[in-house]
T-cell receptor, first 115, second 113 residues
Framework: KAGVTQTPRYLIKTRGQQVTLSCSPI?????VSWYQQTPGQGLQFLFE???????NKGNFPGRFSGRQFSNSRSEMNVSTLELGDSALYLC??????????????FGPGTRLTVL | QKEVEQDPGPLSVPEGAIVSLNCTYS??????FMWYRQYSRKGPELLMY????GNKEDGRFTAQVDKSSKYISLFIRDSQPSDSATYLC?????????????FGTGTRLTIIP
């Protein structure tokens, strides 16, 4: 089976812009979770989508949003970018039966740099 | 104070040594504990998953959970250069409504041949 894929792998934006990141889960997986990874804060949970609905949410501002399509593919959007949004954004997919307690399979991430 | 504390290292040990990686946590509701390994420029991959106190063994890896002390450990026996990576602990509680995985900041491990 193909693994989790994320596009693009690298992205450079300027402050105030918005960005959309894409994630294709493993075939058959219905849950997609998003994480932000930075050297100072580590890996932080953003949100989880299951069957096109946001099921769990972390403690990030409303500038961070996401959605999931009927084929389980997911997109994450960050509006009004700030310098502190520079990070590796990781997507993980799982079967979805037990929420975030399911085994998560991570993609390689999208490296976002905000100038 | 963070909910999960993990020594960032870096930790360097000679090949063949036993490695001990640790995390402490403050939220007594945490019931499910995981260890992930992350190689450079890759996403994390699950190594061990446990939900009870005690030890769980898988090959050269042993996960240990002590809920009374809010302390978890990962032991690597006969360490190999291929074990060089960042190791992240993660945990979650079973809640009604909003669940999330909380990660430690990771320990960077280098195995010296």
């Amino acid at each position: 089976k193909a693994g989790v894929t994320q596009t693009p792998r690298y992205l450079i934006k300027t402050r105030g812009q918005q960005v959309t990141l894409s994630c294709s889960p493993i075939s058959g997986h219905r849950s997609v979770s998003w994480y932000q990874q930075t050297p100072g804060q580590g890996l932080q949970f953003l949100f989880e989508y299951f069957s096109e609905t946001q099921r769990n949410k972390g403690n990030f501002p409303g500038r961070f949003s996401g959605r999931q399509f009927s084929n389980s593919r997911s997109e994450m959007n960050v509006s009004t970018l700030e310098l502190g949004d520079s990070a590796l954004y990781l997507c993980a997919s799982s079967e979805g039966l037990a929420g975030v307690r399911d085994t998560q399979y991570f993609g390689p991430g999208t490296r976002l740099t905000v100038l | 104070q963070k909910e999960v504390e993990q020594d960032p290292g870096p930790l360097s040990v000679p090949e063949g040594a036993i490695v001990s990686l640790n995390c402490t946590y403050s939220n007594s509701a945490f019931q499910y504990f995981m260890w992930y390994r992350q190689y450079s420029r890759k996403g994390p991959e699950l190594l061990m998953y446990t939900y009870s106190s005690g030890n769980k063994e898988d090959g050269r890896f042993t996960a240990q959970v002590d809920k009374s002390s809010k302390y978890i450990s990962l032991f690597i026996r006969d360490s190999q250069p291929s074990d060089s990576a960042t190791y992240l602990c993660a945990m979650t509680a079973r809640g009604f409504g909003n669940e999330k995985l909380t990660f430690g900041t990771g320990t960077r491990l280098t195995i010296i041949p």
